[in-house]
């Protein structure tokens, strides 16, 4: 039964991917009873990078209670629709005039495939089947807690939405596909559509219409209960820098991912040290301007937990400099603050 779903999210480049990090290896460092999963559903992929060790597209163990996965969302999109794009190619090839012209027939195979099918989709089908633990039962690994590693606003908001309109959008995707064999085979006149309407086998049809019928419920009922899974335990956390686009960016995700997760802390990262904005003229600049969206965060956050966090001498590489991290962040406040950062 996973307890606690932690989401980074955040404007690229704010230092998100090494905040999540540094969380996971706090967490499975402070509670070594709990099996704690990190996900990285950004396009460019760095948890390899940040912990020296390939990660890749499997469920990598990277201590004894901590796992990471770098997932493609293609292998999974593949693996997860092939048999609802299997029904729905021959659906349309059962139309009469699809068996008389090859050539369009050639374009359903070539073109209705996983492929074809956008990212978000995919990283939505993805993240649903950790969720709803198909992937993690064949391993025998039961998570108790998984951190994941959003992508940027837009690709985020599609990561909770698809799953509340998951059948909606598989639809619209089909539809427009279907749309386009229509379009295809439009100049084809009347007369020759009533020839081969007694070569029309209704009947297969109708079986086929209705094994996509039954897919799509089970469809919408597992997005269903990741729905309502992620608004029991998910946790929402906005990585930002004190700067107006990434201030400005934590604003529109807080708006537009409100009805989806509840948000529940705003990580400021990357401030100057006060001992170094006095020092250096440069620095003090850099710190003033910082100190400014500060204020500004804090004041349009206040309900909230915020977190501050200086900009580090040494790179957070590894799990030393990770938990360095996870220490200047979080300091010496127990795990259940981390975990529940408004109670």
Known sequence: ????????????????????AATAVKLANDLPNKKILLISFDIAHNISDIFSIEVGNKITALTRNLWAIEPDPNVYAEEYTRDLIEKMKNLMK????????PQIEKFIDTTFTADSIPLALKNAM??????????????????????????PTGNMVALFEIPEDQVK????????????????????????????????????????????????????QRGERITELIHRVGSLRLVSIAEKPSFEEIKRARDLTAKYIELDAVHINMLIPKKHAKKCKFCGQISSIQQKYLMKIKEEFKTIKIWESDRLKDEPIGFDGLMALAEEIYGNIEVSGILYPNQ
């Open 1 to 20: 039964m996973i307890e606690s779903i932690i989401v980074f999210g955040g404007k690229g480049g704010v230092g998100k991917s090494s905040i999540s």
């Open 94 to 101: 059962q139309m009469p005039i699809v068996g008389m012209i």
């Open 126 to 151: 993805f993240f649903q089947k950790i969720l709803d633990a198909e992937d993690i039962n064949s391993q025998d690994i039961q998570f108790d807690i998984i951190v994941a590693d959003f992508p």
């Open 169 to 220: 959008v598989v639809m619209k995707y089909s539809l427009n596909f279907y749309n386009s064999i229509k379009g295809a085979i439009r100049n084809f006149s009347k007369v020759f559509r009533q020839i081969i309407k007694p070569f029309d086998d209704y009947e297969k049809r109708k079986e086929l219409g209705k094994e996509i019928f039954n897919m799509m419920v089970e469809l919408e």
